[in-house]
Structures are given as C-alpha cells and as structure tokens.
C-alpha cells in the first residue's frame, strides 16, 4: 500500500517538536528556578489543591479537569494506536 504524501507529512512532526520546545524549556526554567511557576503551580493555585490525596478536599473544577484529561488520554490512545476513530 502506497502512502501518499500530504502537508502533515510535514506539519505534524514540526508542529510536535516546536509545541514540546515551547513547553519544555519555560517549563525545565521554572522548575528549577520558581515550582510555583510550573505548570503544576499553576494548576493547584487555580484548582484550589491544598496537598494529600483526600477525595473530599478536591473541588468540581478539580474532578471535571481529571475527567477531561483521562477521556482525553483514552481516546488519544484508542485513535492512534488502534487506528479507531473513538
């Protein structure tokens, strides 16, 4: 089977290399310069995450970005690696 060519020949690995250099790097500078500029920082500050893993601390805004992630995460994984269109 021939694959024909097409601009996400292209895009994809340029847009994959580029998104993770412009996370990576701000991201590697904060955690070693200020956590509380990480991406992780930022998320407990704005989701109210005070530490520990007790079910009742967390709010709706915390279990509705968990949820997101994990169906994201499922889904991803369905569509790539089984060639789904979950």
């Known amino acids: ?6 601009w996400g ?4 690995p340029f847009f994959l290399i580029l998104g993770s250099l ?9 955690l070693f310069t200020n956590a509380t500029n990480t ?9 109210n995450v005070h530490g520990g893993m007790h079910l009742n601390q ?3 805004a915390w279990w509705l970005s968990l949820a997101a992630w994990l169906v ?3 889904v991803i994984t369905i ?6 269109v979950a």
Not at 1 to 6: E, N, R
Not at 9 to 12: E, K
Not at 22 to 30: K, M, R, S, T
Not at 79 to 84: D, T
């Open 39 to 47: 991406l992780s920082g930022y998320t407990w500050r704005e989701l």
């Open 79 to 84: 569509h790539i690696w089984w060639k789904s």
């Open 9 to 12: 020949l292209y895009y994809w």
């Open 22 to 30: 412009l996370f990576l790097i701000p991201e590697l500078i904060a």
């Open 58 to 60: 967390h709010t709706v």
């Open 1 to 6: 089977m021939k694959i024909q060519p097409s």
């Open 72 to 74: 994201f995460v499922i």
